[in-house]
């Protein structure tokens, strides 16, 4: 397939993208979260393991956020950002 005037194929990109580490996959303590934001965590030493629901962890985020003025928490703040997203349409009566 041509783009833009470039060859590419469809399954390198595919590859590229590393779609699968986006999806939503429930972790053995019933939380959903991809593979991207457990890395994440992992990286910033947070362990989702110890957190029962979604509210605690986005706490413990929060937390450590306020703690740690660091300037390269920016991945970390997209995590925070994202699972407050999950979390407002999880727990809204619809």
Same mark, same amino acid.
């Given at each position: 397939?041509? =783009?833009? *005037?470039?060859?590419? *194929? =469809?399954?390198?990109?595919?590859?590229?993208?590393?779609?699968?580490?986006?999806?939503?996959?429930?972790?053995?303590?019933?939380?959903?979260?991809?593979?991207?934001?457990? *890395?994440?965590?992992?990286?910033?030493?947070?362990?989702?393991? *110890?957190?029962?629901?979604?509210?605690?962890?986005? &706490?413990? =985020?929060?937390?450590?956020?306020?703690?740690?003025?660091? =300037?390269?928490? &920016?991945?970390?703040?997209?995590?925070?950002?994202?699972?407050?997203?999950?979390?407002?349409?999880?727990?809204?009566?619809?």
């Amino acid at each position: 397939m041509k =783009i833009n *005037n470039e060859e590419v *194929n =469809i399954e390198d990109l595919y590859d590229r993208l590393d779609l699968k580490s986006s999806f939503l996959k429930r972790r053995e303590n019933g939380l959903l979260l991809n593979d991207h934001q457990v *890395n994440v965590l992992k990286n910033y030493h947070i362990d989702y393991h *110890n957190h029962a629901n979604l509210s605690s962890l986005l &706490f413990a =985020i929060d937390q450590y956020l306020n703690d740690h003025n660091d =300037i390269d928490s &920016f991945a970390l703040e997209e995590v925070y950002e994202q699972l407050q997203e999950i979390h407002y349409y999880q727990e809204t009566n619809k």
